[in-house]
């Protein structure tokens, strides 16, 4: 239902519970009768009073196995046509068309309408509070075996008295109005993106959607250039019904040889029983439309190179003490020593994807959202990272050690033949790459979006290898380290300044504990974080007593951090999140708190909307706001008249982000975009912003061609 036809309806019941018993009936004409069909022409008020427009329909019914036709109706058939010379104080009048069906019939594909439809009708009056005249002359095709031209012919007078509505008009009127797609923020439903593929001989389209609720009978219509015509789609869903792809073939094309689809506007209409949304996109360019070996090779490369990036990110600098000690600490020992600690290392990245790809395939069968750092959305993650890396900390402090057991060491040695195995200590690099992945991964990096759009939106195997591809490529430097051998020997000698190199880096990691339970404190009560500190801080304590007593002293002191430990990570489920409070942070741009659904109407005002997807626990984003967004000229820029930035903040969980940031193919943040008369579908900005790329971004929203 358009906004506009939702007030004037809305506005005529309030009018009918006001008026009471005994009110006026609505303006109506006779209904007239044609071959298959009988009309009439009805409005919701029976006068203009005060009002600028006057809602209204054309009530068609039609007869058993007859039908009508939509605004595009298919491979046979023409859309309503209306005439309204002759009428008096009327401005230029409106048409919606409630969502279509589909019919086949004789291998012909039509969208139309059966029974009974209205058609809402929006009757704008020219000078406010004068009388209005319709006259209106409708040609509506009806077809059954044969099709046959319905003629109608109305005149309905509206006096300047009193708009005194009628509930029974208002209601038939409203009730069609709603079923007319909108932009489907309030059926809980998204499309994009759209891209083209090679399917078929003239080439078609791959759509993807999304849906609060699944699925139930979705269907799609195609509007493209005139003269191409799109077969029934091909859908398929997944996440619990909650995704939807669509392959459709393009049947027909309107040049020979066919245009590209690639870069051209469609018109999409998404249907599901009474849900129903309408979308403008342009059409991307999809890797499916290559053939599938190319398509492999060129997204694996691309996720290979997404997670050598992913080692350059702000994300990674809480971790990146891990990552140095690892390669440091392979200088002086034998070259295979120092390549099986590096293998490690890169095994334990991999190994660390491997596991996110499972959580992701595991939450995609139970039909939850699935994403890219969602974890940190997650308070007992957090607090479980956080007693992790003070344990890491610790270690690197000398404050306890971890070693095998005797009978394993013995083992190891009899099995290498040597005193010393040489596999001793791998379960460090190991558990060091596996951790720091986990830890470095709440921020996209480029690259990488493009990667997880590719696998998140498709099964289990394309999951597990984009996410292996991806861990191989943030492996790469410990596997380039171990493959050459002369890199290897660059790497410094161990020595007494590894005992400060370690003090160093220690103290960094207690640092990312807290960054991680200042996150914390945004997801849950600022008492839960605190308590959770006090915790991590009696856990160094113990492990510092511990180290400076006897067995016994030792025994229990381990227990008792086993303890803590446990209790650290489930002091955040005693608390409830809704009692959180979250910080509102200090900034010269005027931000609003992000809806979807006003971008399309602040468009329409001519505004340029600004749309900034960010999280407490996303250090690119945070970098982006400090190198650009909350800098000159772009804050600037954000707080002139006529700009909305819009704020979404997705440190908690957001089901309404989660399903914006599915529309554009992304899953992961930081995430950009910007709106505006000139760019009505919107702009989307790299995942690393730059001065220029938003400045230029605003200016092309805006229209100004200069």
Not at 20 to 45: F, H, I, M, Y
Not at 239 to 257: K, S
Not at 501 to 514: I, Y
Request: proline share 8%; glycine share 10%; aromatic share 6%.
């Amino acid at each position: 239902m358009t906004p506009r036809l939702a007030v004037l309806a809305a506005a005529a019941l309030g009018l009918a519970a006001l008026a009471g018993p005994g009110a006026a009936g609505a303006a109506e004409t006779p209904w007239q009768n044609a071959k298959g069909a009988s009309a009439r022409l009805v409005t919701a008020v029976d006068g203009t009073g005060r009002l600028s427009e006057i809602p209204a329909g054309l009530h068609i019914r039609l007869e058993p196995h007859w039908k009508t036709y939509w605004r595009s109706p298919g491979d046979a058939g023409l859309p309503p046509a209306l005439d309204w010379t002759g009428s008096a104080n009327l401005g230029t009048a409106t048409l919606a068309y409630p969502a279509p069906h589909r019919f086949q019939l004789f291998g012909l594909e039509t969208y139309g309408y059966e029974t009974e439809v209205v058609f809402p009708l929006t009757l704008p009056v020219a000078q406010t509070g004068q009388p209005q005249h319709l006259a209106l002359a409708a040609t509506v095709l009806v077809c059954s075996d044969i099709c046959i031209p319905a003629n109608f012919s109305f005149t309905l007078d509206l006096p300047a008295g009193t708009a005194t509505p009628d509930p029974a008009a208002a209601n038939l009127i409203d009730r069609y109005a709603n079923t007319v797609p909108g932009d489907g923020a309030a059926a809980g439903l998204a499309i994009g993106p759209v891209a083209a593929t090679a399917a078929g001989q003239n080439g078609g389209l791959r759509i993807e959607a999304t849906a609060r609720e699944p699925f139930e009978a979705p269907d799609l219509f195609v509007e493209g250039a005139p003269g191409d015509a799109f077969a029934a789609p091909r859908i398929t869903t997944s996440e619990g019904g909650r995704r939807l792809v669509a392959e459709i073939d393009r049947v027909q094309a309107a040049a020979d040889p066919p245009l590209a689809l690639t870069g051209s506007p469609v018109v999409l209409t998404l249907v599901d029983g009474p849900r129903s949304v309408e979308a403008k996109a342009t059409v991307g360019t999809a890797i499916a439309a290559a053939p599938e070996a190319a398509a492999w090779l060129s997204i694996l490369g691309v996720a290979l190179l997404g997670g050598l990036i992913l080692n350059l990110m702000p994300c990674v600098l809480p971790v990146l003490s891990l990552k140095l000690l690892s390669i440091v600490e392979a200088g002086g020992r034998t070259p295979r020593r120092q390549r099986l600690g590096l293998l490690a290392t890169a095994g334990g990245i991999v190994a660390s994807f491997l596991v996110l790809a499972g959580g992701a395939v595991g939450l995609k069968a139970a039909g939850a959202s699935v994403g890219w750092g969602l974890q940190f959305q997650e308070p007992v993650f957090l607090a479980a990272m956080a007693v992790i890396v003070t344990l890491f900390g610790a270690n690197l402090l000398g404050l306890f050690e971890v070693v095998l057991p005797g009978r394993a060491m013995d083992a190891a040695a009899r099995a290498s033949g040597t005193g010393r195995p040489e596999t001793e200590g791998l379960a460090g690099p190991f558990l060091t790459g596996a951790f720091a992945t986990l830890l470095a991964t709440p921020c996209s990096a480029p690259f990488v979006g493009t990667a997880l759009g590719f696998a998140l939106s498709r099964g289990p195997l394309e999951i597990g290898t984009i996410f292996a591809a991806l861990g191989l490529g943030m492996a790469l430097p410990y596997l380039l380290i171990a493959a050459v051998p002369g890199l290897a020997r660059l790497l410094p000698r161990p020595g007494r300044w590894m005992v400060w190199v370690k003090a160093v880096l220690g103290l960094a990691l207690f640092g990312t504990a807290a960054w991680l339970l200042s996150v914390l404190a945004v997801q849950v009560p600022p008492v839960a974080a605190a308590l959770v500190a006090a915790v991590l801080a009696a856990i160094v304590l113990v492990l510092w007593l511990r180290r400076r007593g006897g067995i016994a002293i030792r025994r229990l002191g381990t227990a008792a951090a086993v303890v803590l430990a446990l209790a650290a990570v489930l002091l955040p489920l005693r608390f409830d999140r809704s009692d959180a409070a979250t910080p509102q942070a200090a900034s010269a741009i005027p931000w609003a708190r992000f809806d979807r659904s006003a971008i399309p109407g602040l468009v329409r005002e001519g505004k340029v909307v600004f749309v900034d997807v960010t999280a407490d626990w996303c250090l690119t984003c945070k970098v982006n706001k400090l190198l650009v967004i909350d800098r000159d000229p772009v804050a600037a820029a954000l707080g002139e008249a006529g700009v909305a930035p819009l704020l979404a903040d997705w440190t908690n969980p957001d089901q309404g982000i989660a399903d914006y940031l599915a529309a554009h193919g992304r899953y992961g943040i930081p995430f950009n975009a910007v709106y505006g008369p000139g760019a009505p579908d919107g702009i989307l900005l790299p995942e690393l912003l730059s001065t220029e790329a938003v400045l230029d971004a605003l200016k092309q929203a805006r229209g100004a061609s200069s």
